[in-house]
């Protein structure tokens, strides 16, 4: 079991910077591949930024050179750092845990959300 706090979100004006936090329970966190999805009203939930539990990074064309996804494993932290954001950059952000215990065991933990936007 794995509960995800986030924190960070707010207003910030086009080109500016917002730092979120996702702090995660639990031992799980190490082993567990984090991300962090954005959803608009009307559309699907998106992925935006992903870390492995190696450290490998991912990122979605939209955000890519813009955000940056991290991991602090002894504080059981994931964060993402965005810069020169931009208003299609509004939306709610919601941490996201992949945790694998075993090969054939799967499970998905997501965060209550915090809302991100970005004025023109």
């Known amino acids: 079991q794995v509960l995800l706090v986030e924190s960070g979100g707010g207003l910030v004006q086009a080109g500016g910077s917002l730092r979120l936090s996702c702090v995660a329970s639990g031992r799980e966190f190490r082993i567990s591949d984090m991300a962090w999805w954005r959803q608009t009203p009307g559309k699907q939930r998106e992925r935006i930024a992903r870390v492995t539990t190696g450290g490998r990074t991912d990122y979605a064309d939209s955000v890519k050179d813009r955000f940056t996804i991290s991991r602090d494993n002894a504080k059981n932290t994931a964060y993402l750092q965005m810069n020169k954001v931009e208003p299609r950059d509004t939306g709610i952000y919601y941490c996201?845990?992949?945790?694998?215990?075993?090969?054939?065991?799967?499970?998905?933990?997501w965060g209550q959300g915090t809302q991100v936007t970005v004025s023109s």
């Open positions: 996201h845990a992949d945790y694998r215990p075993t090969i054939d065991e799967r499970y998905d933990y």
